[in-house]
T-cell receptor, first 113, second 115 residues
Framework: AQSVSQHNHHVILSEAASLELGCNYS??????LFWYVQYPGQHLQLLLKYFSGDPLVKGIKGFEAEFIKSKFSFNLRKPSVQWSDTAEYFCAAQTQAGTALIFGKGTTLSVSS | ETGVTQSPTHLIKTRGQQVTLRCSSQ?????VSWYQQALGQGPQFIFQ???????GRGNFPPRFSGLQFPNYSSELNVNALELDDSALYLCASNYRPGPVPNEQFFGPGTRLTVL
């Protein structure tokens, strides 16, 4: 069965620190990959997505992610976090043939000012 | 905010009861997916509706059922509620066929508590 693993359950950073959240998926075929964010009290929002082409994708609010096919990974990065980045981050995968999003368990990011 | 709305916001039921949750898709979207998000977990796919028919289902028992209406709004019905059904239920919409593949837009969710 397809699955998505997020390595970090809770990450605590100070403002201006760099961020990298790990995500691995288990599926041998072509996948679409997403990072969603859930700010406190708000709905899930799309940060960025990878469908094909350049494996380095840029999203909103300065986030980027790199798709490494050989490692089945899609890690999320941000060079300098802000207090407002405090949120829950979810990695998700979708097979070309399917329509369901398969989510990881999420990573809680806490940024202190 | 997306244009996906859900009702009610919160709901409390007792074990064995039945519940209906509602979702209005974003304007122009014809596909609705439902997800269950238990506390501390990522959303889990329940099923998807496209053109009023179920189009894919996750690992959920038959007591989870749904409907999609001609205006593309949708309902999620859960019968014989169990304590483990307590969760945030998320609805997401997108348009098919469209730019393939395309993203799903999520609503705010319905928080269901089963006592």
């Amino acid at each position: 069965a397809q699955s998505v693993s997020q390595h970090n359950h809770h990450v605590i950073l100070s403002e201006a620190a760099s961020l990298e959240l790990g995500c691995n998926y288990s599926y041998g075929g072509t996948v679409n990959l997403f990072w969603y964010v859930q700010y406190p009290g708000q709905h899930l929002q799309l940060l960025l997505k990878y469908f094909s082409g350049d494996p380095l994708v840029k999203g909103i609010k300065g986030f980027e992610a790199e798709f490494i096919k050989s490692k089945f990974s899609f890690n999320l990065r941000k060079p300098s976090v802000q207090w407002s980045d405090t949120a829950e981050y979810f990695c998700a995968a979708q097979t070309q043939a399917g329509t369901a999003l398969i989510f990881g368990k999420g990573t809680t990011l806490s940024v202190s000012s | 905010e997306t244009g996906v709305t859900q009702s009610p916001t919160h709901l409390i039921k007792t074990r064995g009861q039945q519940v209906t949750l509602r979702c209005s898709s974003q304007s122009g979207h014809n596909t609705v997916s439902w997800y269950q998000q238990a506390l501390g977990q990522g959303p889990q796919f329940i099923f998807q509706y496209y053109r009023e028919e179920e189009n894919g289902r996750g690992n959920f028992p038959p007591r989870f059922s749904g409907l999609q209406f001609p205006n593309y709004s949708s309902e999620l019905n859960v019968n014989a509620l169990e304590l483990d059904d307590s969760a945030l239920y998320l609805c997401a919409s997108n348009y098919r066929p469209g730019p393939v593949p395309n993203e799903q837009f999520f609503g705010p969710g319905t928080r269901l508590t089963v006592l």
